[in-house]
């Protein structure tokens, strides 16, 4: 693959499509080559490939002999015969290679505490946990619950339950005790861990009430302890025979700990995703290949450099962002990072630019969404600040529209730093497409291109590839390390969501093009999954929560284009009789919204609710979405004569 010629990036150069693109920056383009020859080796034996990036990326206990088991597709097993410790190759390896003091984790308090804590001090940390755990009965295989805030406890805690051979399953602290509770039951959870509350826009907000209003419900009985890290101050419920605190725990737990060595396919995390039928599904994630595209994927598309780079990720930890380059993926590579609890403008707009001034943050890594909201908010914010340390921009979590990379790059790259827009999955692991710079130019919104190991075609309707500036389905052809083993406790559910549509191919729901040069640009879910701010959120599931509402006879969401969010939530509700009576709708809506609030999370309230006396249907009954999302971006209604009754979308459009 040649390296385009250097011209200043400023000036536009157009792609085949007529797309803005730009070349490598200068610091890049050293980099080509050794881009270029990891394509190369993966072209020749993709197995093999992924076999010498484990060997140099981590450290085996027990070095496999074999790469890759794909009889019993579509389950894998990767390096199955090999063993490995998660936590030590994130923490005590490096210590011993003499990088103890090396700051792993800055962290910044929303209220504006800070700590900063070394790899020794991490990995100190992390084995006084580890025997925590053990004290309250937690083993191989057990499963922990995790629902905090955006604190360094949160990682330590992930990190122990590696450690020890258990498997976490974190939950994002702003879901509802309903949806905690449905996560608890399914994992079959031994432990939860939690925080009396966590710092958000300036004010705590509750954890531990959550926790104990979950496990008030059916399927919880195998929860034996919660442990509680004192974070908010906020006073809790306190039962004596199952709650204890954090501090007090750690502080009797012995504080040295020598790691076991466990088995490459030995169970790491279950991360639970929204699903069509409206019931989460356990997503499976094993050790030995996860940390081996976690560790790679970070250190090549990010080129890494741990003994000068400050890498920030600000994804919280119950996302798989969040677990993959927040925590396994830069402590895999030993790299310093910032932690913050907050959000982007509290306590005043520029929180995030401060940040990246105040540590000299070389690599930012975040979501479109973001990106949106500084652009609303102005750019004589981050125009304020030097930001002079940006070296490399990364974008996550959704497609990003050109206008928004275009901003990203000028304002705060300053016109000079490279953009990486990354498309992967809770189902993938690790990132599957991503510019690399160095090696093409970069195209505003484009994911661009399958990294070296990885098989990713967009096919049409009959499976078969289609050829470039055609469009259709995004699938991977071939096996990869960090991919999903299964559904917790669920495997004809994995095979049935991921596999059956295209037979032999991983196809989650993505539409995607391929434009004259043969990149591929991501345009959405083509299912009824919604990505919101980059959370994956199910119609199915608001629309239960919807018609658990007593007023609430029936529903139908869709997600719709939203400049900020990516995609917003908008439904449709038709009342009961009783509720319909002399209603005031905007009251209705306030409640129905707070509703879905309370029974999924703040992220799932709907940016609209739109109180209708029908819903668009077939003679047959089946709910005509497409119209719907027709009318909620403000389009022209689409053909409506398939419809039991035509002029219901005249009357929703007039609602709107």
Same mark, same amino acid.
């Given at each position: 693959?040649?390296t385009?010629t250097?011209?200043?990036?400023r ?8 797309d ?7 610091e890049?383009?050293?980099d080509?080559?050794a881009h ?6 993966a072209?020749?034996?993709?197995p093999?490939?992924?076999g010498?990036?484990a060997?140099?990326l ?10 890759l ?6 389950f ?6 090999g ?9 005590d390896?490096?210590v011993?290679?003499?990088?103890g ?5 800055h962290?910044?308090?929303a ?7 070394t790899?020794?001090e991490?990995t ?9 755990l053990t004290d309250l009965?937690?083993?191989q ?8 805030p955006?604190?360094p406890e ?17 939950v ?11 996560r608890i039951e399914?994992?079959g959870?031994?432990?939860v861990?939690?925080a009396?509350?966590g710092?958000r826009?300036?004010?705590v907000a509750?954890l ?14 195998s ?5 509680v890290v004192?974070?908010g ?7 004596d025979?199952?709650?204890?605190w954090?501090?007090d725990a ?8 020598e /790691?076991?060595?466990?088995p490459?396919?030995?169970?790491l995390?279950i991360l ?11 997503i ?5 290949g ?6 790679y994927?970070?250190?090549?598309v990010?080129d890494?450099?741990p003994?000068?780079?400050?890498y920030?990720?600000t994804?919280?930890i ?20 910032v932690?913050y ?5 509290e306590p005043?707009p ?5 940040i990246?001034?105040?540590y000299?943050v070389t690599?930012?890594y ?8 500084a ?16 070296r ?8 990003i529209?050109?206008?928004?990379w ?7 790259g ?9 498309w992967?999955?809770t189902?993938?692991?690790a990132i599957?497409?991503? /510019?690399?710079?160095?090696v093409t130019?970069?195209k505003?919104?484009a994911?661009q291109?399958p ?5 990713a ?7 078969h590839r ?9 699938t ?11 559904i917790w ?5 994995f ?10 191919r991983?196809?989650?729901g993505d539409?995607?093009?391929?434009d004259?040069?043969?990149?591929i ?12 701010s980059?959370?994956?959120l199910?119609? /199915? ?7 658990g509402?007593?007023g609430v ?5 869709v997600?719709a ?5 990516g ?13 319909a009576?002399?209603?005031d709708?905007?009251a209705?809506?306030a409640?129905?919204?707070a ?5 999924i999370?703040?992220i ?5 609710i739109?109180?209708v006396p029908?819903l ?8 005509m ?14 053909d ?9 979308m005249a009357t929703?459009?007039?609602?709107m």
């Amino acid at each position: 693959m040649s390296t385009p010629t250097q011209v200043d990036p400023r000036n536009e150069d157009h792609g085949a499509d007529g797309d803005r693109t730009f070349p490598p920056s200068p610091e890049f383009v050293a980099d080509a080559v050794a881009h270029e020859d990891l394509h190369e080796a993966a072209r020749q034996d993709r197995p093999a490939f992924w076999g010498e990036q484990a060997r140099t990326l981590l450290d085996w206990r027990t070095p496999f002999t074999k790469t890759l088991d794909w009889s019993g597709a579509p389950f894998a097993k990767w390096f199955d015969d090999g063993t490995l410790n998660v936590a030590e190759n994130c923490l005590d390896r490096h210590v011993r290679a003499g990088n103890g003091d090396r700051v792993a984790i800055h962290f910044e308090g929303a209220p504006g505490d800070t700590r900063r804590i070394t790899y020794a001090e991490l990995t100190a940390d992390v084995q006084r946990a580890a025997n925590m755990l053990t004290d309250l009965g937690v083993t191989q295989g057990d499963r922990v619950v995790v629902y905090m805030p955006l604190i360094p406890e949160a990682v330590v805690t992930m990190l122990a339950v590696a450690r020890i051979g258990a498997v976490h399953s974190v939950v994002f602290g702003g879901f509802s005790a309903e949806s905690l509770r449905a996560r608890i039951e399914d994992a079959g959870a031994k432990l939860v861990v939690t925080a009396d509350g966590g710092w958000r826009r300036g004010a705590v907000a509750a954890l531990k009430p959550a926790v104990d209003e979950a496990l008030q419900g059916e399927g919880t009985d195998s929860v034996e302890r919660v442990l509680v890290v004192r974070r908010g101050g906020n006073d809790v419920a306190w039962d004596d025979d199952r709650d204890l605190w954090w501090h007090d725990a750690f502080a009797q737990a012995a504080p040295e700990h020598e /790691a076991q060595a466990f088995p490459a396919e030995n169970p790491l995390f279950i991360l639970y995703t929204s699903g069509t039928t409206g019931k989460p599904k356990g997503i499976v994630h094993t050790s030995g290949g996860y940390l081996t595209q976690a560790s790679y994927t970070h250190k090549n598309v990010f080129d890494m450099h741990p003994e000068k780079d400050v890498y920030w990720c600000t994804a919280d930890i119950g996302w798989i962002t969040g677990h993959s380059y927040v925590v396994y993926g830069p402590l895999a590579n030993g790299v310093t990072q910032v932690l913050y609890e907050g959000t982007p403008d509290e306590p005043k707009p520029g929180r995030w630019w401060d940040i990246v001034d105040s540590y000299g943050v070389t690599v930012l890594y975040t979501a479109p969404t973001a990106v949106r909201a500084a652009m609303k908010a102005g750019r004589q914010i981050p125009e304020a600040r030097s930001l002079a340390s940006l070296r490399l921009l990364g974008s996550v979590g959704e497609p990003i529209n050109p206008e928004a990379w275009q901003w990203y790059r000028q304002v705060i790259g300053h016109d000079r730093t490279p953009i990486v827009d990354t498309w992967w999955q809770t189902e993938t692991g690790a990132i599957m497409v991503s /510019a690399l710079p160095g090696v093409t130019k970069l195209k505003p919104g484009a994911a661009q291109t399958p990294l070296p190991g990885i098989v990713a075609e967009i096919v049409d309707e009959d499976g078969h590839r289609v050829d470039p500036g055609g469009s259709g389905y995004l699938t991977i052809a071939e096996p990869w390390p960090s991919m999903a083993r299964g559904i917790w406790n669920d495997p004809e559910r994995f095979v049935e969501t991921y596999w059956d549509r295209f037979p032999g191919r991983y196809f989650a729901g993505d539409g995607a093009r391929l434009d004259g040069e043969g990149d591929i640009w991501v345009q959405g879910r083509v299912d009824d999954v919604m990505n919101v701010s980059g959370h994956r959120l199910s119609t /199915a599931e608001i629309e239960s929560a919807l018609v658990g509402h007593e007023g609430v006879a029936e529903a139908a969401v869709v997600g719709a284009a939203d400049e900020t969010t990516g995609q917003a939530i908008v439904a449709f509700v038709i009342l009961t009789t009783e509720a319909a009576e002399g209603v005031d709708r905007d009251a209705v809506a306030a409640e129905l919204r707070a509703w879905v609030g309370t029974r999924i999370g703040a992220i799932a309230k709907p940016r609209q609710i739109v109180i209708v006396p029908e819903l668009p249907k077939t003679r047959s009954g089946k709910i005509m979405r497409r119209l719907l999302r027709d009318a909620a971006e403000g389009r022209r209604i689409g053909d409506t004569t398939t419809l039991a009754d035509p002029t219901i979308m005249a009357t929703i459009a007039e609602l709107m």
